[in-house]
């Protein structure tokens, strides 16, 4: 069996794992990445694009988000080709007393951390967005939002790597990981050992395999969501749009169960418009149901009554790689040197990708990160 080295071996070939060998690669850090399919097969080739602050909780979330924007609006120089990205803003339309209630608060609190985010009433909402049902109680809306296509930004950050030196292997699944007097050693696969003193675990939901490899226990679940896509058509949409309700199933599971899941809408360069999405446990199941698709479809034109005269031309699924807590797992592994994990990021693994790039890259290179990792610490499930 043939060895290939490298400082550092990244176990994943989605958005965050070729975020992180881009940014490993500007530090001049040898970098292999080991991709068990093609680049963005998973979930970063099977969820929306919405680059999405008001989505976040208040605190370190929306903290760690707001800087991961900030990347965006100067990554696009250091790529090879176009992205798609717009920073056109984005809605939370209202449509209960209740959520107007419990979106004024989290409204106060994400201002509070320095979200320029405002709550609209009815009028000023439909102001902004004509197509908007007259039947909502309003809407918050922040400018910072945006979209971006999430398949051209994976491959992105990992044609920018390859430029800085990195070395991509698609189709090279890991299937053991040498360790010894308690550090990582090397990735074996079925062709070739990989030997590193620093190994990534950024395998999205496949995260829990690869860390069994190396004894290590990661409490990621696979949640899947299902998204239509409709026909092309003429402008109706200035800003991303998502649901009030969206927000709430994102952290209550419970609530996701019920059916109240939400709905995310945007307008994509091409004129087609991504309806998402169900938040759903059936395991490593990516297909779509008859029952998602209508209940997407209806949420959806609840709020854009445009739909309704619009063809869905495809339905799709992904798998979003779902913590307990809501947060990513970002850090060392405890008991095992070498041994870094950049995974559970749900639904905000292109939001996040950015960030997520530069704090790992700069954990391996530096030893620290000027943004603190302990509320995001493998180690804070033990």
């Known amino acids: 069996m043939k060895t290939e080295t490298a400082d550092v071996i ?3 070939g989605g958005v965050i794992g070729a975020s992180v060998a881009f940014h490993l690669a500007r530090k001049k850090i040898s970098v292999i990445v080991l991709e068990a399919e093609d680049l963005a097969s998973g979930s970063s080739g099977a969820c929306d694009g919405l680059v999405f602050l008001q989505s976040k909780k208040p605190g370190i979330h929306l903290q760690l988000a707001m800087e991961s924007k900030k990347r965006f609006d100067q990554l696009q120089a250091a790529f090879p080709f176009s992205v798609e990205y717009k920073n056109n803003g984005g809605m939370v339309v ?3 007393e209740a959520e107007l209630e419990a979106m004024r608060l989290f409204v106060a609190e994400q201002r509070e951390i320095g979200l320029d985010v405002s709550l609209l009433d009815t009028g000023e909402a439909r102001e902004l ?8 109680l ?9 979209q971006i296509n999430p398949i051209a930004l994976t491959l992105a950050f990992a044609r920018a790597a390859q430029m800085r030196g990195a070395r991509i292997f698609p189709h ?26 620093t190994v990534v675990n950024a395998a999205g939901v496949f995260a829990p395999e690869i860390g069994k490899m190396a004894g290590i226990d990661i409490p990621v679940r696979p949640r899947r969501g299902q998204l239509l896509v409709t026909e092309a058509g003429e402008p109706v949409l200035r800003r991303c749009l998502i649901s009030a309700r969206y927000i709430a199933a994102k952290f209550n599971p419970e609530l996701a169960k019920s059916g109240g899941q939400g709905v995310s809408v945007e307008q994509t360069a091409s004129g087609n418009l991504l309806l998402g999405s169900t938040r759903e446990f059936v395991g ?5 149901t008859p029952e998602g698709i209508r209940a997407i479809a209806g949420r959806a034109a609840r709020l854009l009554p445009c739909l309704r005269q619009m063809n869905v031309i495809r339905a799709f699924a992904g798998l979003r790689p779902y913590t307990p807590d809501g947060l990513p797992i970002l850090g060392p592994a405890e008991g095992l040197d070498g041994f870094v994990i950049a995974a559970g990021h749900e639904g905000d693994g292109i939001a996040l990708s950015a960030i997520t790039g530069e704090l790992i890259a700069q954990l391996i290179a530096e030893g620290h990160t000027d943004i603190p990792l302990d509320d995001f610490s493998p180690g804070r499930f033990a």
Request: net charge neutral; aromatic share 4%; proline share 7%.
């Open 10 to 12: 990244i176990i994943g």
């Open 284 to 288: 490593f199941d990516k297909g779509t």
């Open 129 to 136: 967005e004509p197509g908007l049902s007259p039947a909502i």
């Open 138 to 146: 309003g809407a918050t809306c922040s400018p910072l939002d945006g």
């Open 94 to 96: 209202i449509e209960t």
């Open 172 to 197: 090279t699944p890991a299937r053991a990981i040498d360790v010894r007097q308690g550090r990582v050693r090397a990735v074996k696969t079925d062709r070739d050992r990989f030997g590193a003193d």
